[in-house]
């Protein structure tokens, strides 16, 4: 079973609006780290949060972290076109192996 | 640096042929995966290895088998394929295991007919 699960499952938006995605997880982890991928690409590291941390940016990219609540939420800020992909959160239940949730298909509309 | 190289890109078998999938990194790291992504599935991992010499078992790892003997190689062969195995499949490597961040292939799309 998954480790990791995306919500939604699909957002579509206008360009320019903010995009928010949601990952809950099941055990204990050391980090928590979201991926994007393109179509037909392999997957990009975006950002990785560790346990004791609570909020990281990296440029539009906001990353918050709840351990007691086992989630967090990717918000994208005034979204462009080229943000259009599927985001997966991972988290290492053991350390050795990353797990995937299923992942979130995000589209920008013009 | 090339980063993680996957081979071939594309392939078609037919059902019972064997083959192997290559994955190469080039920047010494120690933890090598291999996931399969399915639609609606999201990635499943199938081995991994932390180190030459060493492999465990993923998630999905029936009717496949892996080898580590060089940090930098790390092959997937399809013992006998099935239509079953029809999937993406992505190489990914790590310095650290699950707590540093992953480095993917461009991923090999496979046909089983």
């Known amino acids: 079973s998954q480790q990791g699960e995306e919500d939604p499952q699909a957002l579509s938006i206008q360009e320019g609006e903010n995009a928010t995605m949601n990952c809950s997880y099941k055990t204990s982890i050391n980090n928590l780290q979201w991926y994007r991928q393109n179509s037909g690409r392999g997957l990009v590291h975006l950002i990785l949060?560790?346990?004791?941390?609570r909020e990281k940016h990296s440029g539009r990219l906001r990353v918050t972290l709840d351990t007691s609540k086992k989630s967090s939420s990717l918000l994208i800020t005034a979204s462009r076109a080229a943000d259009t992909a599927s985001y997966f959160c991972?988290?290492?239940?053991?350390?050795?192996?990353?797990?995937f949730g299923q992942g979130t298909r995000l589209t920008i509309n013009p | 640096n090339a980063g993680v190289t996957q081979t071939p890109k594309f392939q078609v078998l037919k059902t019972g042929q064997s083959m192997t999938l290559q994955c190469a990194q080039d920047m010494n790291h120690e933890y090598m995966s291999w996931y399969r992504q399915d639609p609606g599935m999201g990635l499943r991992l199938i081995h991994y290895?932390?180190?030459?010499?060493?492999?465990d078992q993923g998630e999905v790892p029936n009717g496949y088998n892996v080898s580590r003997s060089t940090t930098e190689d790390f092959p997937l062969r399809l013992l006998s394929a099935a239509p079953s195995q029809t999937s993406v499949y992505f190489c990914a490597s790590t310095l650290s295991g699950g707590i540093t961040e992953a480095f993917f292939g461009q991923g090999t799309r496979l046909t089983v007919v």
């Open positions: 949060i560790r346990s004791n941390e």
């Open positions: 290895s932390v180190g030459a010499g060493i492999t």
């Open positions: 991972a988290t290492a239940p053991r350390a050795q192996k990353l797990v």
